[in-house]
């Protein structure tokens, strides 16, 4: 089965560039696009829309940083030889201590829905 997971991993290793990289690069290429995102927020925040992505017209920039972030962050863990029950794990894992954090009790919400479908699947 294929999963969303799977599909950036086959992405980065067929990708010859991506899978040269050294992990400082993946990382700072990781960054630049967590800082595409920022600088879409700082457009908002002075009362600019979203843009339409250039490349996914059906997706404002936000939500392609943000996919953009999630497939170089699995790429990068996978490369790197985590399983995807490795990743599942540990996003279980946090969600579960941070659902116990008072600094977190905005996000328990999340952690309830992951918990009430049974973890964290998918990935």
């Not at 290793?13 to 600088?39: C, G, Y």
């Not at 490369?79 to 996003?91: D, F, H, L, P, S």
Request: aromatic content about 6%.
């Amino acid at each position: 089965m294929l999963t969303i997971s799977n599909i950036c991993h086959l992405t980065a290793i067929n990708n010859r560039k991506f899978a040269a990289q050294s992990p400082w690069k993946d990382l700072t290429l990781l960054h630049s696009e967590v800082t595409e995102m920022s600088d879409t927020l700082r457009e908002q925040d002075k009362g600019v829309l979203p843009r339409v992505d250039d490349h996914c017209p059906n997706f404002n920039n936000e939500v392609i940083e943000g996919a953009d972030i999630i497939i170089r962050t699995l790429g990068y863990l996978l490369k790197r030889g985590y399983t995807e029950q490795n990743i599942a794990g540990a996003i279980t894992a946090k969600l579960q201590f941070n659902y116990s954090r008072q600094d977190h009790v905005k996000e328990a919400t999340a952690a309830d829905l992951i918990e009430s479908l049974g973890g964290v699947g998918g990935l």
